[in-house]
């Protein structure tokens, strides 16, 4: 009967239940990103993409930090703010509930810290003197301050740091490419054995997986090794301190943090019961001060309940309203560090916008629909959804190639994939608008406005053959797919080295009716750089980078 | 018995020894014969790609039809030129390569018309083939071009197996052609007993059309965009390679210009007419009409005819308009 009545048992049900409901929103999070991909979202009627669901979106819409960034930066607020709100609605009742059961780079890194070490400091007393509050954890607070203060003057680098972020691009485009890769190559490694139960095999193996488990057309993506770097550092940061990257670096942990001084629950200790044992120290993840004779920090807590469920003593526990001298609802910040984070981020901005990327030059090609460059990075979180759902994977995560301001933002990489003329889908997906969402008519522009130019397509005539090697050719001009086509051709001769006459067919581009999709530059068969090539010449999100001057009607 | 017990124990370890160092060097040696420079060659298959049917001089080699209803045109033509047991036997697995080359849709006139395959896979399924498979390699996203041409949604209606051109799918095959040695070539392609080929006649700049034998470079993998320089003696290759069971050309709808992509409905005349044919080079010859089109002044016909492929004119034909 005793056992009946002993609080713990109900605890660990309950400790059960957030296990469930990280368990579920990783379930969740994975099949979604899984779905942002082309044929997964597009069983239409015949002749008909449908419009990708905006369900796909759901967690970087319900992360409050999408909407509340973008909205600083770029003075908008957008619908899907509304979904964020759930999140500050309930880390002001509840605290930092977000972290503790639903975000799932958390649920990655509580899984990467608690198996168990053979290391000496994650045992025993130098555990417990690890998951005491530490000033490190600190620092999230000010890389927010950082990235706020940078919002406010018009660059959104939120998409570095944030979780949801973060976990979308190292999962949508680095384990589930790869996972297909793998699935893919041993598959194909069985199909190609001497041996027929092997064949047999891999026959199998692509009957079950493909355009089931594993995609039609196996995604690639640019700098893939620097997603999978990051990803990586975060994840095994986890054996040297438990969660060191929610703890220490998280910047939406720190906005629900501060958002949780609040909050209406938390944890009440019951010190004349303490009798020391540590244990709650041994579970914590938030590194907290659970332990009975220290104010608890709330701003820290993931209401994960370990400790509650390791107290063997009762000394702890989770009510409404609890005794206010018991906890220390502030972050640990410093006012003069406040400030300096804030100056730091402010004092970034100008570093940065003077650099090469702002002298009026920009060489890249943005998806189309894309903002004007200022505006564009005010809004792109680069949360890679544009990327996984362009259907010829033209669309990649940038390097150094847009600046240090652009780290991840999508540009199109034209010998991996072209633009489709009647595809918009980018746009469709963007969750916060940083791509407008183009209609059909504005994208190839039959009727009415003129169509959106991306750029426009050049010839390198030094390596194009037919004007470099009076050699039969046009493939360009077959793929062209505006009506009439932008590249045309000159029918005339050419000289060759003994003197002969060689008949030949020049293409040329029509710069009015190129809409610098580069479904010329992926398809030209000169192979390594392209004989014609497209850059963002004329693009006409930006009216100050039109080619040609004309006369004003 | 102990000194015999160590000797052999000696023995064994001199002789393991011994062997250890003979598949070293002999390994090493055998591995540094092999970093020689060799061209790469990848396993390659030879097959017959051969489904014509043999010639019968009570069959005309070409049908034309000119009827707003698609379906019974391809009906009766397939009855003018011998009847569907002619080409298709019970139990046959039969192949369609339909020309769904680009992302657009039936009207634009750049793929070919989905109601005409229906109509063939139908009649097929009806002759009792054991399956009716469908495949093309596109040049835009094949995932898109399947959608929207409206061809991708056919297997909801009927019985039809539509293979996407996936990487894995894709065998070397030597071709032994002029221009053409070994391709990757979509499987469903070779793997099958009949053949039917099944274009939209388009205009084209290079070769000036492009209808049933320009068709097959929708069969082949690899960097095709660098058979355009010398595309006459490509495609010669190509139908000289792949001989098909039954040629259905649709110029039901025919872009005579802007091709062979188009985009705009302005660039699409509509023409209404269904040609079958078991010659390819006839087929070709008698959509240059659509176009506007001397066939005897394109190259890739001439090449063809010379190869003995078919004939330019002088063919037996029926024309119902």
């Given at each position: 009967m005793a056992e009946k009545h002993d609080p713990t048992l109900k605890i660990k049900r309950i400790r059960n239940i957030r296990r469930l409901s990280q368990l579920f929103f990783l379930l969740l999070f994975i099949f979604l990103l899984y779905l942002t991909e082309f044929s997964f979202t597009s069983f239409g009627k015949p002749g008909e993409i449908n419009p990708p669901s905006q369900w796909l979106n759901l967690f970087f819409n319900i992360d409050p930090l999408t909407g509340v960034v973008t909205g600083i930066s770029a003075w908008v607020l957008l619908s899907t703010l509304l979904l964020g709100l759930i999140v500050i609605a309930g880390t002001a009742f509840f605290g930092r509930f977000f972290c503790g059961w639903v975000c799932p780079l958390g649920t990655l890194n509580q899984a990467m810290s608690s198996f168990k070490s053979e290391r000496k400091s994650r045992k025993g007393k130098r555990l417990i003197e690890s998951n005491k509050y530490h000033r490190y954890q600190a620092w999230k607070y000010y890389i927010l301050f950082g990235i706020i203060a940078l919002a406010i003057v018009g660059s959104v680098q939120i998409g570095l740091f944030d979780p949801i972020m973060i976990a979308g691009r190292s999962i949508g485009m680095v384990i589930i490419p790869a996972l297909n890769t793998a699935v893919n190559d041993l598959a194909m490694t069985l199909s190609d054995s001497s041996y027929s139960i092997f064949r047999f095999l891999g026959a199998a193996i692509f009957k079950i997986s493909s355009g089931i488990v594993t995609y039609l057309k196996q995604p690639h993506f640019h700098g893939i090794f620097w997603l999978a770097l990051i990803f990586l550092s975060i994840l095994v940061a986890n054996r040297i301190f438990t969660r060191f990257w929610c703890r220490g670096l998280c910047p939406l942990g720190a906005f629900l943090g501060i958002l949780s001084r609040y909050s209406i629950f938390g944890l009440q200790k019951e010190p004349e019961k303490c009798n020391d044992c540590n244990l709650c120290l041994m579970h914590c993840q938030g590194g907290d001060d659970p332990h009975s004779d220290l104010p608890h920090r709330r701003a820290e807590c993931h209401l994960c309940l370990n400790c509650k469920a390791a107290c063997a003593e009762n000394a702890l526990f989770f009510r409404f309203q609890p005794y206010f001298k018991q906890y220390n609802p502030k972050p640990d910040l410093t006012t003069r560090r406040t400030i300096l984070a804030g100056i730091a981020g402010l004092a970034a901005f100008p570093v940065i916008r003077s650099g090469d990327k702002f002298v009026n030059e920009v060489t890249f090609i943005r998806p189309p629909g894309a903002l004007i460059e200022e505006d564009f990075l005010k809004q792109?979180?680069?949360?890679?959804q544009c990327m996984k759902i362009c259907p010829t994977n033209a669309l990649q995560p940038a390097l150094l190639e847009t600046g240090w301001e652009g780290i991840f933002s999508p540009l199109l990489m034209a010998r991996i994939g072209y633009c489709e003329h009647y595809c918009t889908l980018c746009g469709e997906i963007c969750p916060t608008g940083a791509i407008l969402k183009l209609k059909s008519d504005e994208k190839f522009g039959q009727t009415g406005p003129p169509p959106v130019k991306i750029g426009t397509a050049f010839f390198d005539k030094g390596r194009c053959l037919p004007w470099a090697f009076g050699t039969t050719c046009i493939v360009c001009e077959e793929w062209c797919p505006t009506s009439p086509k932008a590249i045309w051709l000159e029918d005339t001769e050419t000289v060759g080295r003994e003197g002969n006459i060689i008949n030949i067919r020049l293409p040329h581009v029509d710069i009015d009716k190129c809409t610098g999709c580069a479904a010329c530059e992926y398809a030209c068969p000169v192979s390594g750089k392209a004989a014609i090539y497209v850059t963002s010449a004329g693009e006409t999100r930006d009216p100050d980078r039109s080619l040609i001057l004309r006369k004003r009607k | 018995m102990n000194d015999d017990k160590l000797k052999r124990r000696e023995f064994i370890k001199l002789a393991g020894k011994a062997s250890l160092l003979t598949v070293v060097f002999g390994g090493g040696g055998y591995l540094t014969s092999r970093n020689v420079y060799k061209p790469p060659e990848k396993a390659t298959v030879i097959v017959d790609c051969d489904k014509s049917v043999s010639l019968d001089p009570q069959y005309p080699d070409l049908v034309s039809i000119k009827s707003e209803d698609y379906g019974e045109a391809v009906a009766m033509g397939v009855e003018l030129i011998g009847g569907i047991s002619r080409f298709v036997s019970r139990g046959d697995i039969v192949t369609i390569k339909p020309n769904i080359g680009w992302d657009r849709t039936a009207e634009q006139g750049a793929n070919t018309n989905p109601v005409l395959i229906e109509a063939v896979a139908r009649l097929c399924l009806d002759a009792g083939a054991s399956k009716v498979v469908l495949s093309d390699v596109p040049c835009n996203d094949f995932r898109r071009t399947f959608i929207r041409s409206g061809i991708g949604a056919l297997s909801k209606k009927i019985d039809l197996d539509i293979i996407y051109p996936e990487q894995r799918r894709f065998v070397n095959v030597d071709l032994g052609g002029e221009v053409l040695g070994k391709w990757p070539v979509l499987r469903p392609f070779f793997e099958t007993d009949k053949l039917i080929n099944m274009p939209v006649v388009k205009h084209h700049n290079l070769t000036k059309i492009t209808a049933g034998m320009k068709n097959w470079y929708g069969v082949l993998g690899g960097?095709?965009?660098?058979l355009h320089q010398e595309i006459d003696a490509s495609i010669a290759d190509l139908a000289n390679f792949f001989r098909p069971t039954l040629i259905i050309v649709d110029a039901t709808r025919v872009l005579f210009r802007n091709g062979p992509v188009g985009g705009s409905l302005s660039d699409v005349e509509t023409h209404h007419t269904v040609m079958l044919a078991t010659d390819q080079v006839a087929a070709d010859s008698y959509s240059c009409r659509f176009l506007n089109l001397e066939p005897a002044s394109l190259g890739f016909l001439k090449m063809a005819e010379s190869r003995r492929l078919g004939k330019i004119k002088d063919y037996k034909l029926i024309e119902k308009i």
């Open positions: 792109c979180i680069r949360c890679g | 960097p095709r965009n660098r």
